[in-house]
Protein backbone atom coordinates (compact mmCIF):
# COMPACT_ATOMS: atom_id res chain seq x y z
CA UNK A 1 0.00 0.00 0.00
CA UNK A 2 1.52 3.36 -1.12
CA UNK A 3 1.26 6.45 1.01
CA UNK A 4 -1.41 8.01 -1.46
CA UNK A 5 -3.71 4.72 -0.39
CA UNK A 6 -3.27 6.04 3.27
CA UNK A 7 -4.87 9.31 2.05
CA UNK A 8 -7.31 7.69 0.06
CA UNK A 9 -6.62 8.32 -2.93
CA UNK A 10 -6.08 5.01 -3.66
CA UNK A 11 -9.51 3.54 -1.82
CA UNK A 12 -11.69 1.42 -4.05
CA UNK A 13 -15.16 2.57 -5.14
CA UNK A 14 -18.30 0.85 -4.43
CA UNK A 15 -19.33 -1.88 -6.64
CA UNK A 16 -22.55 -0.09 -8.29
CA UNK A 17 -24.20 -3.86 -7.89
CA UNK A 18 -23.70 -3.14 -4.23
CA UNK A 19 -24.69 0.64 -4.23
CA UNK A 20 -27.77 -0.84 -5.82
CA UNK A 21 -28.44 -3.69 -3.41
CA UNK A 22 -28.34 -0.80 -0.85
CA UNK A 23 -31.08 1.06 -2.46
CA UNK A 24 -33.21 -1.85 -2.37
CA UNK A 25 -32.68 -2.74 0.68
CA UNK A 26 -34.07 0.84 2.05
CA UNK A 27 -36.94 0.16 -0.35
CA UNK A 28 -37.37 -3.18 1.08
CA UNK A 29 -37.12 -1.96 4.95
CA UNK A 30 -40.14 0.39 4.27
CA UNK A 31 -42.62 -2.62 3.55
CA UNK A 32 -40.95 -5.27 5.63
CA UNK A 33 -41.85 -8.49 3.05
CA UNK A 34 -39.75 -11.45 4.03
CA UNK A 35 -39.89 -12.28 0.56
CA UNK A 36 -37.75 -9.31 -0.62
CA UNK A 37 -35.30 -10.19 2.45
CA UNK A 38 -34.45 -13.77 0.69
CA UNK A 39 -34.13 -12.10 -2.81
CA UNK A 40 -31.45 -9.42 -1.35
CA UNK A 41 -30.30 -12.87 0.17
CA UNK A 42 -29.63 -14.46 -2.75
CA UNK A 43 -28.62 -11.35 -4.93
CA UNK A 44 -25.71 -10.52 -2.40
CA UNK A 45 -24.87 -14.45 -2.31
CA UNK A 46 -24.49 -14.14 -6.17
CA UNK A 47 -22.04 -11.35 -5.89
CA UNK A 48 -19.40 -13.90 -5.29
CA UNK A 49 -17.40 -11.08 -3.23
CA UNK A 50 -15.21 -12.19 -0.15
CA UNK A 51 -16.86 -12.14 3.21
CA UNK A 52 -15.06 -9.26 4.18
CA UNK A 53 -16.26 -7.26 1.73
CA UNK A 54 -20.07 -7.49 2.53
CA UNK A 55 -20.39 -7.78 5.93
CA UNK A 56 -22.03 -4.85 6.14
CA UNK A 57 -24.66 -5.97 4.11
CA UNK A 58 -24.98 -9.24 6.28
CA UNK A 59 -25.84 -7.31 9.13
CA UNK A 60 -28.21 -4.93 7.26
CA UNK A 61 -29.29 -8.06 5.80
CA UNK A 62 -30.15 -9.36 9.28
CA UNK A 63 -31.62 -6.20 10.32
CA UNK A 64 -34.17 -6.37 7.66
CA UNK A 65 -35.30 -10.45 8.68
CA UNK A 66 -35.45 -9.26 11.98
CA UNK A 67 -37.45 -5.77 11.55
CA UNK A 68 -39.36 -8.31 9.61
CA UNK A 69 -40.49 -10.82 11.96
CA UNK A 70 -40.80 -7.48 14.41
CA UNK A 71 -43.58 -6.16 12.36
CA UNK A 72 -45.39 -9.67 12.04
CA UNK A 73 -45.12 -9.60 15.69
CA UNK A 74 -46.53 -6.18 15.95
CA UNK A 75 -49.42 -7.23 14.08
CA UNK A 76 -50.31 -10.23 15.88
CA UNK A 77 -49.53 -8.85 19.28
CA UNK A 78 -49.16 -5.51 19.60
CA UNK A 79 -45.58 -4.04 20.23
CA UNK A 80 -43.14 -5.98 22.77
CA UNK A 81 -42.51 -4.87 26.40
CA UNK A 82 -39.15 -5.84 27.66
CA UNK A 83 -38.62 -5.68 31.67
CA UNK A 84 -36.31 -2.82 32.49
CA UNK A 85 -35.05 -1.71 36.08
CA UNK A 86 -33.40 1.46 34.33
CA UNK A 87 -35.26 4.27 37.13
CA UNK A 88 -35.70 6.81 34.48
CA UNK A 89 -38.28 4.71 32.27
CA UNK A 90 -40.83 4.74 35.69
CA UNK A 91 -44.02 3.45 35.29
CA UNK A 92 -43.85 3.27 32.07
CA UNK A 93 -43.94 -0.11 29.79
CA UNK A 94 -40.50 -0.28 28.08
CA UNK A 95 -40.49 -1.34 24.69
CA UNK A 96 -36.83 -1.28 23.45
CA UNK A 97 -33.56 -0.65 25.34
CA UNK A 98 -29.76 -0.78 23.47
CA UNK A 99 -26.80 1.11 23.95
CA UNK A 100 -26.30 3.93 21.73
CA UNK A 101 -25.11 7.29 22.09
CA UNK A 102 -25.60 10.83 20.96
CA UNK A 103 -23.29 12.13 18.43
CA UNK A 104 -24.34 15.49 18.07
CA UNK A 105 -24.22 16.41 21.30
CA UNK A 106 -20.87 17.33 22.54
CA UNK A 107 -18.98 15.20 25.08
CA UNK A 108 -21.94 12.67 25.42
CA UNK A 109 -20.20 9.45 26.40
CA UNK A 110 -22.47 6.34 25.37
CA UNK A 111 -25.26 5.53 27.49
CA UNK A 112 -28.64 3.78 26.81
CA UNK A 113 -31.84 4.31 24.49
CA UNK A 114 -35.44 3.30 25.91
CA UNK A 115 -38.53 3.86 23.69
CA UNK A 116 -41.43 3.45 26.12
CA UNK A 117 -44.92 3.90 25.91
CA UNK A 118 -44.71 8.04 26.80
CA UNK A 119 -41.53 8.79 25.35
CA UNK A 120 -37.78 8.38 23.82
CA UNK A 121 -35.75 8.33 26.34
CA UNK A 122 -31.43 8.46 26.24
CA UNK A 123 -30.00 8.40 29.53
CA UNK A 124 -26.38 8.93 29.41
CA UNK A 125 -23.47 10.90 31.26
CA UNK A 126 -24.99 14.43 31.63
CA UNK A 127 -28.17 13.35 31.85
CA UNK A 128 -31.60 12.10 30.09
CA UNK A 129 -33.05 13.10 26.98
CA UNK A 130 -36.92 12.59 26.70
CA UNK A 131 -39.00 13.55 23.94
CA UNK A 132 -42.63 12.67 24.18
CA UNK A 133 -44.09 10.61 21.43
CA UNK A 134 -46.80 13.65 20.82
CA UNK A 135 -43.61 15.95 20.26
CA UNK A 136 -42.16 13.76 17.51
CA UNK A 137 -43.97 14.58 13.67
CA UNK A 138 -40.91 11.77 11.99
CA UNK A 139 -39.09 8.97 12.67
CA UNK A 140 -35.97 7.94 10.35
CA UNK A 141 -33.35 5.79 10.27
CA UNK A 142 -29.87 6.49 8.24
CA UNK A 143 -26.92 3.34 8.70
CA UNK A 144 -27.16 3.23 12.35
CA UNK A 145 -28.51 5.69 13.22
CA UNK A 146 -32.32 6.58 14.73
CA UNK A 147 -33.80 10.17 13.87
CA UNK A 148 -36.60 11.78 15.90
CA UNK A 149 -38.07 15.43 14.15
CA UNK A 150 -39.95 17.14 16.84
CA UNK A 151 -43.17 18.52 15.19
CA UNK A 152 -42.10 21.85 15.02
CA UNK A 153 -39.09 20.77 12.81
CA UNK A 154 -36.76 22.75 15.33
CA UNK A 155 -34.96 19.81 17.23
CA UNK A 156 -33.34 16.50 15.57
CA UNK A 157 -32.78 14.05 18.36
CA UNK A 158 -29.81 11.49 16.56
CA UNK A 159 -29.30 8.22 18.46
CA UNK A 160 -26.64 6.21 17.37
CA UNK A 161 -26.96 3.22 17.25
CA UNK A 162 -24.38 -0.09 17.87
CA UNK A 163 -25.86 -2.10 14.68
CA UNK A 164 -28.65 -1.70 11.84
CA UNK A 165 -30.44 -4.16 13.60
CA UNK A 166 -30.89 -1.72 16.42
CA UNK A 167 -31.38 0.81 14.46
CA UNK A 168 -34.15 -0.78 12.72
CA UNK A 169 -35.66 -2.04 15.74
CA UNK A 170 -35.81 1.28 16.98
CA UNK A 171 -37.24 2.91 13.98
CA UNK A 172 -40.21 0.40 13.86
CA UNK A 173 -41.15 0.82 17.31
CA UNK A 174 -40.44 4.49 17.31
CA UNK A 175 -42.93 5.08 14.36
CA UNK A 176 -45.36 2.92 16.23
CA UNK A 177 -45.13 4.91 19.40
CA UNK A 178 -45.42 7.73 17.34
CA UNK A 179 -48.55 7.06 15.95
CA UNK A 180 -46.53 7.66 12.32
CA UNK A 181 -47.10 6.49 9.12
CA UNK A 182 -44.01 4.69 7.36
CA UNK A 183 -41.42 7.35 6.82
CA UNK A 184 -38.18 6.49 4.99
CA UNK A 185 -35.24 4.53 5.51
CA UNK A 186 -32.03 6.07 4.29
CA UNK A 187 -28.47 5.34 3.49
CA UNK A 188 -25.64 8.18 3.55
CA UNK A 189 -24.88 8.09 -0.38
Known amino acids: MGLWDWFGRGAPREDPR????????????MVLDPASAQELKDRLNGFGLAEDDIEIEREMLDALEDAAALSSEIGRSGLPVIETGHRVVGHERCH?????SMPDEAGQPPGRLLLTSGRAIFAGGSGAVSPAW????????????????????DRVYR???????DA?????IARHLAGLKAQGSRLKA
Request: with cysteine; charged share 30%; hydrophobic share 50%.
Open 18 to 29: IREWKRDWAAAV
Open 96 to 100: FSAVA
Open 134 to 153: HTIGEARHVDRDLLLVRTTK
Open 159 to 165: FRCNSFG
Open 168 to 172: VRAWL
